[in-house]
Structure formats: structure tokens, C-alpha cells
Nanobody
């Protein structure tokens, strides 16, 4: 079982940037795909980005495409989500998760391990 810890959230003004980190322990990250999800107040958790085991493939939901970048450093057992041009509607708790699947998975059910989440708040 892999344990995940997110960090890097905080309060930022609209147009600003944040970089979230997701550190894995208990298993080497290079055997797992990684996804980022978010949950805004009163809304369901939604998929936003995923990256394949060695970083060769990425996939984004349309609402973050061109603004967010998912990456990974397997040597550090860490995945990242660089968020630029942040908007108030990006306010949410952000979660990283891992999957054994080789596909770019968007469904929560495909991910077996989850972090505790990190809060991102974007002020207008």
C-alpha cells in the first residue's frame, strides 16, 4: 500500500500560481500512474490531470488545460501539479492518487491510494 502526502496549497490571488507536491512512501512511484483530483465546497470530487508511470503521457480536463501542468520525479518519489493563472473557481481541496492502470484514468474508482488533500483558495 502506498501512502501519499500532498503539500503546497494555500491562499493566492487570482492570476497567481501554486505548485502542489505529492510525496509517496511505501512503494516506488514509478510503478504507478498518478492523478490529481479536486473537490470544491458543495461539489463532487472531480478529476483534473493524470500522468503515466514514466511521465511520457499526460491528460487534463478542459477547464485546466493550458494552465496546469502535471509532472513527476520518480527519483524523489514525488508528483507535482503546477497551477498557473489561477481563478477563484479553482478553489478546492486538491488530492493526489495512484493507480496500477497503464491507461490515463479519470474515474476515482481506478485509483486505490489517496492523499489527505491540500486546500487551495484563490481570491478574486
Amino acid at each position: 500500500q502506498v501512502q501519499l502526502v500532498e503539500s503546497g496549497g494555500g491562499l493566492v490571488q487570482a492570476g497567481g500560481s501554486l505548485r502542489l507536491s505529492c510525496v509517496a512512501s511505501g512503494r516506488t512511484l514509478n510503478s504507478l500512474g498518478v492523478g490529481w483530483f479536486r473537490q470544491a465546497p458543495g461539489k463532487d470530487r472531480e478529476f483534473i490531470a493524470s500522468i503515466s508511470r514514466f511521465g511520457g503521457s499526460t491528460y487534463y480536463v478542459d477547464s485546466v488545460k493550458g494552465r496546469f501542468t502535471i509532472s513527476r520525479d520518480n527519483a524523489k518519489n514525488t508528483a507535482y501539479l503546477q497551477m498557473n493563472s489561477l481563478k477563484p473557481e479553482d478553489t478546492a481541496v486538491y488530492y493526489c492518487a495512484t493507480t496500477y492502470s497503464l491507461r490515463m484514468e479519470v474515474a476515482e474508482s481506478a485509483y486505490g491510494s489517496w492523499g489527505q488533500g491540500t486546500q487551495v483558495t484563490v481570491s478574486s
